[in-house]
């Protein structure tokens, strides 16, 4: 893009600020300022301008779990099927590595958090132990793919080089880098980190499938022919992958995605409920929900909409290849974002002063024409590391751990 070029597009997207500082700019700054230019997602103003309409949900209707006692009776013949697909090589795996953290407030990629005591024990090192049981039941290794972002990319690759991947086969190990968005502070004007830099942040945990046709690594997936994918976030310590009874699950339901789900705690906990809108599955955020729907009730007295997403989902390859040609709705969060002024000073805010753009996982259920939630015992399975302190934090998930038996 030349400067004129991106001149005349600011200028008519209102946004000339951006090219303030471009006459005290070297050659190379001015190139790397223009790329970021022509790369600008602009659906992000567009999504700005609907940020005040309360998202329209369709008719919302209860989604029958598959749950513990089912899964209970059925668990061999689900581990049967789910083994059969691993060692046929049918399951790859996406760990979705590229999140900043910013409520933990640890300034490296969370999967290096040590969550050991008396020993060294990293939340990438226990991700993958939880892994090895389940593929080393198969008696394969299965494929993993690592999502991180810009920011954090060579320090996750360099950490995983430097123990040796956890004794992970290193060939069934690759990484790929998600796209970043610009942010913007509350009047929409696009934030810049630096007189060269627009302010980027990753895209949320919603685009990693078409990441990864971006950067070229889905050749592997379809090279491999794989069929299914289970993806899970980096912070849920305690969380099976490549679980093979999920996948037995998934299979024999005939659905196209599965959802690990945790049965709420309380009518009014703050997790997303897998459920059904206009028929398909659907994730009704806790703050969508009336007093009304969180606290019904089935008649054996429990809730009708008592199951919380955990962010570990199976999709069928298939209908993820369908969704690389949508346009992921993007969610706006406002959040403080290190930007500089007008004058050129850089500004490090202690209040929230703008917005990222974030697409979400859980849009991608929705494009499911169907999903099975199952269930998985949460003091077993459930142990997030979100916060820096209380709920869903380290501290909260090391006495989850010890109670699994894991030695800190
Ligand atoms: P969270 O929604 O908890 O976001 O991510 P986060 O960025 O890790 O933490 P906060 O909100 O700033 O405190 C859930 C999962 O999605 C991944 C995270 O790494 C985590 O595994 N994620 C999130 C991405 O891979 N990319 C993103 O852009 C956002």
Not at 53 to 63: R, Y
Not at 133 to 147: D, E, R, T
Not at 158 to 173: E, L, M, N, Q, R
Not at 361 to 383: G, H, Q, T, W
């Amino acid at each position: 893009m030349t400067y004129t070029e991106a001149y005349q597009l600011l200028e008519q997207k209102g946004q000339l600020h951006v090219l303030r500082f471009f006459d005290s700019l070297n050659e190379t700054e001015r190139e790397h300022l223009l790329s970021q230019i022509a790369g600008i997602d602009w659906r992000i103003i567009e999504a700005l301008s609907h940020k005040d309409e309360p998202s329209a949900k369709g008719t919302i209707e209860p989604l029958d779990a598959i749950e513990v006692s089912e899964i209970a009776e059925k668990e061999t013949s689900f581990r049967e099927l789910g083994l059969a697909a691993l060692r046929a090589g049918k399951v790859g795996l996406v760990l979705l590595a590229g999140g900043q953290g910013t409520r933990l407030g640890f300034d490296k990629p969370k999967g290096m958090l040590n969550v050991g005591i008396t020993k060294d024990l990293y939340l990438f090192e226990m991700l993958i132990r939880n892994l090895q049981k389940n593929s080393g039941a198969a008696g394969v290794p299965v494929p993993l793919y690592i999502m991180t972002s810009d920011k954090n990319h060579d320090d996750t690759v360099a950490f995983f080089k430097a123990h040796d991947f956890f004794g992970y086969p290193k060939d069934s190990v690759s990484f790929f880098i998600q796209e970043m968005v610009p942010c913007t502070d509350f009047e929409g004007k696009l934030l810049m980190e630096s007189p060269s830099s627009l302010c980027l942040s990753p895209n949320g945990n919603g685009g990693w499938y078409t990441s990864m046709y971006n950067c070229g690594i889905l050749e592997d997936v379809r090279n491999r022919k794989l069929e299914w994918i289970n993806v899970f976030s980096v912070d849920n310590v305690l969380q099976q992958i490549a679980d093979p009874v999920f996948i037995g699950a998934t299979l024999d339901s005939g659905c196209v995605s599965g959802a690990k789900v945790v049965r709420k705690a309380s009518p009014n906990e703050s997790v997303g409920v897998l459920c059904l809108e206009d028929g398909r599955p659907s994730i009704v955020e806790y703050y969508e929900m009336t007093e009304e729907m969180a606290n019904l009730r089935k008649p054996n007295g429990d809730l009708t909409y008592g199951f919380g997403v955990t962010l570990n989902y199976l999709f069928r390859v298939d209908v993820l290849e369908t969704m690389l040609g949508c346009n992921m709705p993007l969610h706006i969060a406002v959040k403080k974002i290190p930007h500089i002024d007008e004058t050129g000073q850089f500004v490090s805010p202690t209040t929230p002063n703008g917005y990222k753009f974030e697409t979400l996982a859980l849009d991608m259920v929705r494009l499911s024409k169907n999903c099975i939630p199952y269930e998985v015992v949460r003091e077993k399975e459930f142990a997030p590391i979100k916060n820096a302190s209380g709920a869903d934090s380290l501290e909260s998930a090391r006495e989850l751990l010890r109670k699994n038996g894991v030695e800190l």
